[in-house]
C-alpha cells in the first residue's frame, strides 16, 4: 500500500520527542521582496541541522526490533548520512555510513560523533551502491534509503504539518525538490491538513530532473547536474514521483544566480544561516515566481562549510 | 528618581506589538562546548537586527508629543542609528542620525530606508558630539542617546523578561557590555524577576573598561578599544554603571580570537548568524568561565558584512 497522510500522522506521533519543534519565523524584508507574507520554517535548526532527521528518526523507530538489531545503513556524503547516524543513535544500534572520498571533512566528522562507523568508497554511483551492497552483506543491516523509503517519506511530512499549526492557513507551501523525499511528504501532509494550500516544489534549473519528470510524466533521471545546491543534484525515484504527480501544483525552476542571492539574503536580513538548497524556494519568491498571499517555506538544511561561502572569491 | 525593574515592566507594555518576541533556542553541541544548558535570547533576529530597537522604541513612545514633534537624533555608527530610524518612523517623526565618514555603506542604507536623514561627520568622538549639537539646536530634535537614558535601559531590560518567561528558572544570565544599556536593562529585569538569577557581563579583552570600573568603583573610559566586537567598544556612563555596580555578580573578560571561535561556532552549529559583539558572551561560556547549569545568553545582534567574516583571510 502506497505511503499516505495517515503515515505522516503516525509519523509525528512515533519522533515526538526526538525532533525538535523547529520555530516558525518571519522576516519584514522578504515579505516586501516576495510580495508576499512568507513564514519560514526552520529546518536547519533541526537536530543535525536538516529536516532530515525526521526522515530518518521515524524510518529507524518504524522498524521492528528483530529487523533492527544488526543495525543500518546508507550511502550519503551529505545530510542524510547524519541524520541517520543520529536515529540509529537514539535506537540503539550500529549505523554504517558508506561515503564517497572526497566527502566534506565536517560531515563526515558530524556523523562519526555521532557514532556512525564510516566505509569510504570511491565517488561515482556505482562504487556507492556496490559498497553499500557489500556492508549489508556483511553486517546484515537494513538499509534506509535517503528518499526512496515509505518511512523516511512520512517522516520529511511532519515538518509541514508543524509549519501548518503554527503559521496558520496557508496559500502555498513552497518545497525543493533532489529526490523527492521532503516534497512527497510534504504533499501528503497538505492534502490531510492544508485545508486547500498548494504545494509548489521549486529546483536549480542545472538540476532540472523533476520539472522533466512532471512534464513527460514519467521519471527522468538527473544527469551531470550542475548547481550550487548540492543537495538537490539526486534524481526523483518513482515512489516519490508517484506522490509528487498526484499532488504538486506547479514546478518552478531558478538559475543558480538566484539561488546565491536568496542564500545571501536570508543570511543578511533574516539572520538564518541556510544551505544553498534551502534558498532555492526563497529565490522562488524573490523572482515572484510563485503566487500566493500567505505563503509558507520548509527551509531545508542549514550545513554549510563557512571557509568557502559561494558569493565569495575562492581563497586561496 | 534612579531607572528601576518597574520601567523594564512598563517598557515591556509600551513596546508590545512594535517588537517582535524573539525566540530562545537551544543547541546541544553548544551545551556540551559549555557544560552547561544554554538558552539563546535570539535578539539578532529583532527588528533592525539587534536589541538596540527595544530602548529606542521605548524612548520615542515614552515621549510626550509636544517634545517628539520635532524628531529625534543620536549619532551613531551601528545598530543604535537603524534602530532609532525605525523607531522614528513608527511613531511618525523626523529621524536625524549623525554618522560618522567610514560607516559601514549597509548600516547607513539600512538607517536611510527606515527614513532617517543621515548626516555625515568627520569620525572622531569631539566631531560627533559637535554635529549632533548643530542637529538639535537646528531642528529641535530630540537626543535619544544609545543608553545613558532610562528609558532606552529600560527598554534594553525586556529581552531578560521575555528569556526568563520562556526559559524558565536560570542560574544565570551572560551579557556583552559596551555602553551598558544591555546590561542595566537586563540586571533590572532580572533583579525583579529571575528568582536569584545572577547576572555575568562579558566584554573583550581588548575593551575592558567595564571590569576596570568594576574593580575601581569609578566609571573608566575605553581608550582605544582594540576588538573584533565592534558594538563594544563604547564607555559606561554614569547612569548604566550605578545599576550595574548594584547588580551585576562578575565580569568576564574574553581574548579576540575566542569571540571569533565562539561566532563561528554558533553560525556554525546552531546555524544563527550573529555578529561579533554577540559572539563575546557565548566565548566565555565555551571557555568555563562562568559557573551555572542553566544559563542564559541575550544574542545581541545580527548585523554583520558578509564580505568580510572575521575568520576568512581579508579579499584583495
Given at each position: 500500500m502506497a505511503v499516505s497522510s495517515a503515515d505522516v500522522d503516525d509519523a509525528a506521533d512515533r519522533i515526538r520527542g526526538h525532533v525538535r519543534r523547529t520555530p516558525v519565523v518571519t522576516c519584514a524584508s522578504l515579505d516586501a521582496a516576495a510580495g508576499a507574507k512568507v513564514f519560514l520554517?526552520?529546518?536547519?535548526?533541526q537536530r543535525a541541522g536538516a529536516f532530515k532527521f525526521r526522515g530518518a528518526t521515524n524510518a529507524v523507530l518504524g522498524l521492528d526490533e528483530g529487523d533492527v538489531a544488526r543495525g543500518v545503513a546508507c550511502h550519503s556524503s551529505g545530510n542524510h548520512a547524519q541524520a541517520l547516524a543520529l536515529a540509529a543513535r537514539i535506537r540503539g544500534v550500529a549505523a554504517h555510513v558508506v561515503m564517497p572520498e572526497g566527502s566534506s571533512a565536517a560531515k563526515r566528522a558530524a556523523a562519526v560523533a555521532y557514532g556512525a562507523r564510516i566505509v569510504v568508497c570511491e565517488p561515482t554511483l556505482a562504487a556507492r551502491e556496490a559498497t553499500l551492497a557489500e556492508v549489508l552483506t556483511a553486517t546484515g543491516a537494513v538499509e534506509i534509503h535517503p528518499y526512496d523509503d515509505d518511512g523516511v517519506i512520512a517522516g520529511q511530512g511532519t515538518a509541514a504539518l508543524e509549519l501548518l499549526e503554527d503559521a496558520g492557513p496557508l496559500d502555498v507551501i513552497v518545497v525543493p525538490v533532489g529526490g523527492g523525499g521532503l516534497l512527497a511528504g510534504t504533499a501528503l501532509a497538505v492534502a490531510a491538513h492544508g485545508h486547500g494550500a498548494q504545494v509548489v516544489e521549486v529546483e536549480p534549473a542545472g538540476a532540472d530532473d523533476a520539472a522533466r519528470s512532471f512534464r513527460t510524466g514519467t521519471v527522468q533521471p538527473s544527469i551531470d547536474p550542475d548547481t550550487?545546491?548540492?543537495?538537490?543534484r539526486t534524481s526523483l525515484s518513482p515512489r516519490t514521483f508517484a506522490v509528487i504527480a498526484d499532488h504538486v501544483s506547479d514546478i518552478v525552476t531558478v538559475e543558480d544566480a538566484a539561488i546565491v542571492a536568496a542564500m545571501r539574503f536570508v543570511w543578511e536580513r533574516a539572520k538564518l544561516v541556510i544551505e544553498a538548497s534551502a534558498a532555492v524556494p526563497v529565490a522562488a519568491l524573490m523572482g515572484r515566481l510563485v503566487d500566493g498571499e500567505r505563503v509558507g517555506v520548509v527551509?531545508?538544511?542549514?550545513?554549510?562549510d563557512l571557509d568557502h561561502l559561494p558569493w565569495l572569491p575562492p581563497s586561496s
Open positions: 520554517k526552520c529546518e536547519q535548526l550550487v545546491a548540492d543537495g538537490l527551509l531545508s538544511g542549514g550545513n554549510v
